[in-house]
């Protein structure tokens, strides 16, 4: 048996109540009073299928969107960076959220001089634990 959601059931029920009995009444209700009852669980659930087709038209609107967006703000970032009067290492392109080229290249170099240090030491080890014999 499929599993169903709740106003599946309630239609389930509603469509066997009329196709058997539709004249008969349970727990005092009328196959009209269940139908009333049962009617705003279709209605949300329809609101909600309507609510999640919106959703995602509007999440594939935003993504097309920020495809041109995205574009846009590497055009003008660009042209920031080749401005002669703004430049790389200007204020605007800080402000814009943007490193600096002259810290950018500050920051690798002290990398690679971090990264040589720590090949030399491991290296140092190595020779280390060789010479007593630690390491083959």
Not at 20 to 37: G, H, N, Q, W, Y
Not at 41 to 51: H, K, M, P, Y
Not at 110 to 117: G, I, M
Request: hydrophobic letters at 35%; aromatic letters at 4%; a positive charge.
């Amino acid at each position: 048996m499929t599993r169903r959601n709740l106003h599946e059931k309630a239609m389930l029920v509603i469509g066997a109540w009329r196709d058997r009995c539709p004249e008969k009444a349970f727990f005092r209700m009328s196959l009209l009073d269940f139908s009333v009852i049962v009617a705003p669980s279709g209605t949300a659930r329809e609101r909600i299928a309507n609510l999640k087709a919106q959703l995602r038209e509007a999440i594939r609107e935003c993504e097309q969107a920020d495809s041109i967006t995205r574009r846009a703000i590497v055009q003008v970032v660009n042209g920031v960076k080749g401005d002669p009067d703004e430049g790389e290492d200007g204020d605007l392109l800080s402000a814009m959220g943007y490193m600096k080229h002259t810290v950018r290249s500050e920051i690798l170099s002290n990398a690679r001089k971090r990264s040589a240090q720590a090949r030399r030491r491991k290296s140092e080890t190595l020779g280390d634990e060789q010479r007593l014999g630690l390491k083959q």
